[in-house]
């Protein structure tokens, strides 16, 4: 060190010196008018001393007093303090509580910089979205104060406990807000939240976001196994659930999970039960307006949802507002929805299609009709009762309730538009639905949680297309089909691998560097893995599974059309074609089902309804399994990796 | 040996100089009780050893739409501090030529040497001997009770001049902050320093008894100089290349390099390349400083003049008058 001088000298003088030297000034009377030369040399230790007199006074050689000085005066050092003068001046006066360094404010955990750190989306893109003013800097609670500004006694939410207006809403968001910044939640921290479709969801969901925290999504059904990798995946910090869900005791296994995972500190519960160990929902209701540090901006991720792993692990998909809110903004005007509508959504909140049409209702300022759980009655009877206009429905929800003779015994007349997703949707029960309600208009809708919305029919397309397809893509979004053999753009009307490209399509899976290399090609599309065929005038059809495709000995063949068939045969409840191995030609087909009945089927049998339907031998299975349970998704997709693993 | 003048009349002199030059106020400290006062080998005979006389110029601060404006404004407006160097500058060559007398523009520098914000020498103690303003609550600022804030500059001159006396009254505090220390036990500098380096106490008398500064905390907050040698350091500790980038390219640090580079003559604004071949810069006729003093002016305003009486002659022939 410099002239001799060391830490510890640095650490016994430096304080003594800063206070002497002039960086610490006192001025005792006033010594120029008063002129008392004696008063003053007294005083001289306060008025402040140049570093030759401070050696004078400890004993230091002048060059140690400065290397001393210097260093202490660096420890005092408050980087970044002329700052403060940007908070002052111009009829700002200063308020210390006003003012907090930027360092300060805009802390991020580290888990949540690995979140963002997977928001990697392809520059030339960004630009083009931005310039094409797809993403602007729109966030959920923008829209949510909006509204609540412009129309605070419109209401927002119906639920079967009543109705909430838009100031409701926004005031309750406020007090969860508050409540979840006191547990010390930060910006891009991930809440996790398993709950129905019930109005502790949305404020919930409003609430984390509010602050900036990042909302993953876990489905109802899920179990200990499930919910501990996803929990532990997206290091979620905090979780609200049920305190229990029909016989699965939520809050006991979520409290069990805080034991095996790090990251998780907090378990809240919903409902007035107190459970030892977790904090009730309600008693995080702070009033107040949130003093929020560092809110969330239109390129935050916001949302973390898992895929349904129909062939590996869930993978984690992390989407920013841009994303979400640009396509449910664009879809506002396609689906013609008005703040009039009130808009029922039997897709669970958990997952994308849900949460799409969630945001499509928010962003119109119209009203969200809240399903907690679908049943065809409870949705027939919420329909009525709610008068709802939009309804977004799975195919399986629409067939239960026409089944079920439902639709006749409730009025529907209100419903002016549905939207179909989730799985095929029949032709046949298409118009059935439609005819069911006179006058209404239907389309169908087709996404993946990495996609959002990516094409739909409009409100206005011609009868035919949302019967025969889910319609053209969504503004800002592009859909193509290429061929899997070389990856080329194929020409209308041709199947072949579906990709999607666009400014609703997600940045990259959270911490999966294998699943991210296949995911997009070199320009940016991502790679759906599902087949399909878009007609001439850019309307969608999907046909089928990439990764469902049988390469029996090169023929290649999607088997979705044969399990169509199979399904439609007297003994059989549900069907799934997967490969298996086979020496000679690579892969063989093979048929696994359920029964509907006690009697069993044949693969004779199948195949004879096969051949009745003039299917190619070629793509007859070769095997028949017959299982008990069919492995399946929530949204009741069959799992065929979990079956092929089985085989 | 300069010749002698009548002192008076000298001082009066040197006033209207500087006034004429801009200065609001002029005076001149008494030099002993500066030396008494100054640390010792900081009295201005350490700077000029046959000093004889101090003189102190003071310039006017900011307009008073900068005092409404915001503290980024106001900062970067600066002072006028330059303005008064210029005066006293000149001022120093004035006495020089004018009477013949060894002076001394003071540099308003800090003393490597003495430590830290130890000047080399006072202005402000200077202009408080003199007369022209008086150290306020506000960390010494002097204050003038017809100017206000002002900036000072001096000049040492080996010439015996006579001196002023102080101000016999200190204009602060002014009688509404003695009565809002009295209510809130601040005055209202203090109440509103944003790095709370203020504070202090009025005595029975309404005058300041006691007054505490803290001059780190306010040249962290006001001077970004304190500030490389910290962004320099927090480069070298940053913990990835962008808190890297950020501490020395973020856009508060970049107005530090970029005051660094205008003060070291570096490339700023434009190469000039469009401004080379456009017609405008290349044929204006008095972009030449040099055609300017050679009564080009003249000469244009009477080219125009008879092209548009000859303009006129035409106009009046086609219409048949
Ligand atoms: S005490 Fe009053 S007069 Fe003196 S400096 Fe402060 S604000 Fe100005
Ligand atoms: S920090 Fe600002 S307000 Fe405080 S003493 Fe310094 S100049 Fe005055």
């Not at chain 2, 005076?27 to 008494?36: C, F, I, K």
């Not at chain 2, 609550?137 to 204050?143: E, F, N, P, S, T």
Request: net charge negative; glycine share 8%.
């Amino acid at each position: 060190m410099a002239y001799g001088v060391t830490q510890q000298m640095i650490d016994t003088f430096g304080e003594i010196v800063f206070k002497l030297s002039l960086n610490k000034q006192t001025r005792r009377g006033d010594a120029v008018r008063e002129l008392d030369f004696d008063a003053l040399d007294a005083a001289r230790d306060e008025t402040g001393l140049t570093d030759e007199e401070i050696t004078e006074r400890i004993g230091l050689l002048p060059e140690q007093v400065g290397v001393v000085r210097v260093f202490t005066e660096r420890k005092h050092h408050k980087i970044d303090q002329h700052r403060r003068i940007y908070h002052l001046g111009g009829g700002k006066r200063w308020k210390k509580e006003a003012y907090r360094s930027p360092a300060e404010r805009l802390r991020f955990n580290e888990e949540a910089m690995m979140l963002r750190e997977a928001i990697n989306f392809k520059p030339e893109l960004a630009a083009r979205y931005i310039e094409d003013g797809y993403w602007i800097n729109e966030t959920l609670n923008g829209w949510l104060a909006d509204h609540a500004q412009n129309t605070p006694d419109a209401i927002a939410i119906l639920h079967p406990g009543g109705e909430v207006t838009y100031a409701e809403l926004k005031s309750r968001v406020d007090h969860l807000t508050n409540g979840l910044l006191s547990l010390g939640l930060m910006k891009s921290d991930v809440v996790a939240v398993q709950l129905p479709n019930t109005l502790d969801f949305v404020v919930s969901y409003l609430a984390i976001t509010a602050f900036g925290g990042v909302m993953q999504t876990i489905h109802m059904p899920y179990r200990d196994a499930d919910i501990e990798f996803l929990l532990g995946h997206a290091q979620a910090r905090t979780v609200i659930c049920l305190p229990a869900f029909k016989d699965f005791p939520t809050a006991e296994v979520m409290l069990s999970m805080k034991e095996k995972l790090s990251a998780l500190e907090h378990v809240i519960t919903v409902g007035d039960m107190e459970i030892e160990g977790t904090l009730m929902l309600e008693s995080l209701m702070i009033e107040g307006t949130p003093e929020i540090d560092n809110p969330p901006v239109g390129s935050d991720p916001f949302l973390l949802l898992y895929t349904s792993g129909t062939t590996s692990n869930p993978k984690g998909v992390p989407l920013t507002y841009q994303n979400m809110m640009s396509n449910a903004r664009v879809s506002v005007a396609e689906f013609k929805m008005t703040s009039v509508d009130r808009n029922l959504s039997a897709a669970p909140f958990s997952h994308l299609y849900g949460l799409f049409n969630f945001h499509v209702a928010l962003n119109a300022g119209a009203t969200n009709v809240l399903l907690p759980a679908f049943t065809p009655p409870d949705l027939a009877k919420m329909v009525e009762a709610t008068k709802a206009t939009t309804v977004f429905l799975g195919p399986a929800h629409a067939t239960a309730m026409i089944n079920a003779g439902l639709m006749d015994a409730h009025d529907f007349s209100s419903v002016r538009f549905s939207v179909f997703s989730g799985a095929a949707c029949p032709p046949q029960m298409m118009e059935t639905y439609r005819d069911k309600i006179p006058g209404t208009r239907i389309s169908q809708l087709w996404g993946m949680t990495e996609t959002a919305g990516a094409t739909y029919c409009r409100y206005d397309d011609a009868a035919d297309i949302p019967v025969r397809s889910a319609g053209r893509a969504s503004p800002g979004d592009e859909v193509r089909v290429v061929s899997p053999e070389d990856g080329k753009p194929l020409p209308a009307n041709t199947e072949g691998d579906l990709q999607v490209r666009g400014c609703s399509v997600f940045p990259g899976y959270l911490n999966n560097e294998e699943a991210n290399a296949d995911a997009f090609t070199e320009d940016g599309w991502f790679r759906t893995g599902d087949l399909a065929i878009i007609d001439d005038d850019g309307n969608m059809t999907i046909t089928g599974r990439t990764k469902d495709v049988i390469n029996r000995g090169g023929v290649k063949f999607n088997p979705a059309d044969i399990e169509d068939l199979i399904i439609q045969h007297p003994k059989v409840e549900m069907a799934a074609i997967v490969p298996v191995p086979d020496p000679a030609l690579g892969e063989k087909a093979c048929c696994v089902v359920t029964l509907l009945g006690e009697e069993s089927v044949t693969l004779e049998e199948l195949c004879t309804l096969l051949d009745e339907h003039k299917i190619a031998k070629n793509k007859w299975p070769e095997r028949l399994e017959i299982i008990d349970e069919m492995p399946l998704t929530p949204t009741r997709k069959v799992i065929k990796g979990r079956l092929m693993d089985k085989l | 040996m300069a010749e002698k003048f009548d002192p008076e009349e000298v001082k009066q002199a040197c006033e209207g100089y500087v006034k004429k030059k801009g200065a609001l106020a002029f005076g001149l400290a008494n030099l002993e009780t500066l030396e008494r006062i100054s640390p010792p080998g900081c009295g201005p005979s350490s700077m000029l050893p046959k000093v004889k006389s101090v003189l102190c110029v003071g310039v006017g601060g900011g307009t008073r739409g900068a005092w409404s404006a915001d503290a980024k404004t106001l900062a970067y407006i600066g002072d006028t501090e330059t303005m008064a160097y210029r005066i006293a500058y000149g001022l120093a060559f004035y006495l020089e030529a004018k009477f013949g007398y060894r002076s001394i523009f003071v540099p308003p520098d800090m003393d490597p040497e003495k430590g830290a914000r130890v000047p080399m020498q006072s202005m402000k103690l200077h202009a408080e001997v003199a007369g022209i303003g008086a150290r306020s609550m506000a960390g010494d600022i002097l204050l003038h009770p017809e100017y206000g804030m002002m900036y000072y500059a001096s000049v040492f001159t080996e010439m015996e001049l006579p001196p002023d006396e102080p101000m016999p009254d200190n204009p602060c505090p002014h009688s509404s902050c003695v009565k809002l220390y009295r209510q809130s036990g601040q005055t209202p500098c203090m109440r509103f320093c944003p790095v709370e380096c203020l504070s202090g106490s009025i005595g029975n008398d309404d005058k300041v008894a006691e007054m505490n500064y803290d001059a780190h905390a306010c040249a962290e907050m006001s001077q970004q100089y304190e500030a490389i040698p910290g962004v320099l350091l927090d480069t070298l500790d940053a913990k990835d290349p962008i808190e890297r980038g950020m501490a020395l390219h973020g856009p508060e640090n970049q107005v530090i390099w970029y005051k660094l580079a205008i003060g070291a003559g570096e490339l700023l604004a434009l190469c000039y390349e469009c401004m080379r071949v456009c017609p405008i810069t290349q044929t204006a006729p008095l972009s030449n400083p040099i055609a300017r003093g050679a009564g080009m002016r003249q000469k244009i305003v009477e080219a125009e003049a008879a092209a548009k009486a000859e303009h006129t002659v035409e106009q009046a022939a086609e219409k048949g008058e």
